[in-house]
């Protein structure tokens, strides 16, 4: 356990990645002595829990902002609770009561049970997402991280350096259309982009594999092959060895770094138990510009 300062402390929690912070409220605003601590902190650990944090909306939007701009939410069934900043991850209605199964919003949860990193197929794909419990419940609904980072150093040389220099072309629509219910069309046939198969992070050079479920295609490749290579690397680096499994607890938040680790949502008893979380998505644009920097504290 790493103990900083006087107060906050950040504790690993898998031997590979994430860390555990405690020892601070994130819900009033934030020292830049503070704020460099969480800011190496993620760098170094790529998942940060948080503990015993009760944010509102315009808390977590608060200290989201610490990383950098915010994206604005796509319009989606899903994301009607206020839209703007904040997406809210739910199988209840405003009124609290449970959504009918047969709710748009329901099918739409369908998509975050694929490993994907959030926002990939846009421009400027997203640095981090902070997913901030309001309800959870007893069991089931955990949230499944891999380090892709990890998965990358344990590549052997020759496979890695076949990799690097590839480009993969993500979408916001997933292969199984299915679970794209809900958007507008404009917003599909605009968010398709190209990203590098493998990206570094600036300030500590650490590589990692970047794909997912909305990376579909390698440039340069016959569409089926490309596929077939995502597919085989999105699973070799949620191979359990990679993984943590968040259990969340009341109060819990969890930051996570898009650039070298995936996630998916898990199912639990949506009849039988309410659940509700809302996330805020930092755009990569001001920390992948000035990372040898903390962004403005
Ligand atoms: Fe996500």
């Known amino acids: 356990m790493d103990s900083i300062g006087s107060r906050i402390t950040v504790k690993r929690l898998h031997p590979l990645f994430v860390a555990e912070v405690t020892g601070i409220d994130l819900t009033v605003p934030l020292s830049r002595g503070d704020f460099r601590v969480i800011w190496e902190a993620f760098n170094e650990y790529q998942i940060l829990v948080f503990r015993d944090q009760h944010f509102d909306d315009d808390s977590q939007i608060a200290f989201s902002r610490h990383f950098g701009e915010l994206e604005t939410m796509i319009a989606h069934p899903g994301n009607d609770w206020n839209p703007g900043h904040i997406s809210v991850m739910t199988n209840l209605g405003k009124d609290g009561n449970f959504l009918p199964p047969d709710h748009p919003a329901m099918a739409h949860r369908a998509r975050n049970e694929d490993w994907h990193s959030d926002s990939s197929f846009k421009p400027v794909a997203a640095l981090a997402s902070l997913l901030a419990a309001r309800i959870v419940p007893p069991v089931g609904g955990n949230t499944g991280f891999a380090s892709a980072r990890a998965a990358w150093a344990d590549l052997p040389a020759e496979r890695k350096a076949a990799l690097e220099g590839m480009t993969a072309l993500h979408r916001m ?4 259309a299915d679970k794209d219910k809900g958007y507008k ?10 990203h590098p198969l493998v990206r570094a992070n600036p300030v500590n050079g650490r590589k990692a594999l970047y794909v997912g479920a909305h990376a579909q295609e390698i440039v340069g490749m016959p569409p089926e092959e490309g596929a077939r290579l995502i597919e085989e690397l999105t699973a070799y680096c949620t191979q359990p060895q990679y993984v943590y499994s968040h259990q969340w607890r009341d109060g819990d938040a969890v930051l996570w770094d898009n650039r070298c680790t995936l996630h998916r949502a898990t199912p639990f008893d949506n009849r039988k138990y309410k659940r509700r979380l809302h996330r805020t998505t930092i755009a990569g644009k001001s920390p992948d510009s000035a990372l040898a920097t903390v962004p403005g504290a």
């Open 185 to 194: 069309e404009e917003d599909k046939q605009r968010h398709v982009v190209t």
């Open 173 to 176: 629509t997933l292969r199984d």
